[in-house]
């Protein structure tokens, strides 16, 4: 095999390569260029720490804010005439549904308080506002249901309540189990 002339140059030159040793000047100056790269990529880091940071803050600030509007929404929310008549006659059908409609909705409005202490996914408020939107549907059949199926529209209400509470505490034991999990590694790591 034929070697090109500087490989040919290099191989018989060797020798005199391997015998020259860098001078500690030289040797300095890479040292401060390696601790100058380092203390940069350490900056970077704590910049990209205090960006997540400020990200994570931010996002739980909004979180809060939603579920503060959702919940005020909710409670506060202004009754139209129609929904009042509606209510109305909902109690002249099913007397015992808005005592059994108020205990569950207070149990849901406890979650609800508690979830909001945690950062929560936002598509759980569009799932809680689907069932929201089914319970009155509900409500709209009772009133025009015929006599004696009034029941099982009521039973398909309150189940639907106890899938909103049901659907509250596994997001909650989730989360929850999340932060003592997070807990422990923090403990861990100290």
């Known amino acids: 095999?034929?070697?090109?002339r500087l490989e040919q140059f290099v191989q018989d030159e060797r020798e005199q390569f391997d015998g020259d040793v860098p001078s500690l000047k030289?040797?300095?100056?890479?040292?401060?260029?390696?601790?100058a790269k380092v203390e940069q990529k350490q900056s970077r880091f704590k910049v990209w720490r205090a960006m997540r940071l400020a990200a994570a803050v931010l996002f739980l600030l909004v979180?809060?804010?939603?579920?503060?509007?959702?919940?005020?929404s909710n409670n506060n929310g202004t009754v139209s005439t129609q929904q009042a008549n509606v209510l109305e006659t909902i109690d002249e059908i099913a007397?015992?549904?808005?005592?059994t409609e108020a205990y569950?909705?207070?149990?849901v409005q406890e979650k609800i308080q508690v979830?909001?202490?945690y950062e929560e996914d936002p598509a759980l408020l569009e799932e809680l506002a689907e069932i929201d939107e089914a319970m009155q549907e509900l409500k709209q059949e009772l009133l025009d249901a015929p006599q004696?199926?009034?029941?099982?529209?009521?039973?398909?209400?309150?189940?639907?309540?106890q899938i909103k509470?049901?659907?509250?505490?596994?997001?909650?034991?989730?989360?929850?189990?999340?932060?003592?999990?997070n807990s422990e590694r923090n403990e861990v790591s100290i």
């Open 115 to 117: 979830l909001a202490s």
């Open 95 to 99: 007397p015992e549904l808005g005592e």
């Open 104 to 107: 569950y909705q207070s149990q």
């Open 63 to 72: 979180t809060g804010g939603l579920i503060g509007s959702f919940i005020t």
């Open 165 to 181: 509470i049901e659907i509250l505490e596994h997001v909650l034991s989730r989360i929850q189990a999340a932060s003592n999990q």
């Open 148 to 161: 004696g199926s009034e029941e099982e529209i009521i039973n398909n209400i309150i189940r639907n309540y």
């Open 1 to 4: 095999m034929k070697l090109d």
């Open 26 to 35: 030289v040797w300095y100056g890479i040292e401060q260029e390696l601790e």
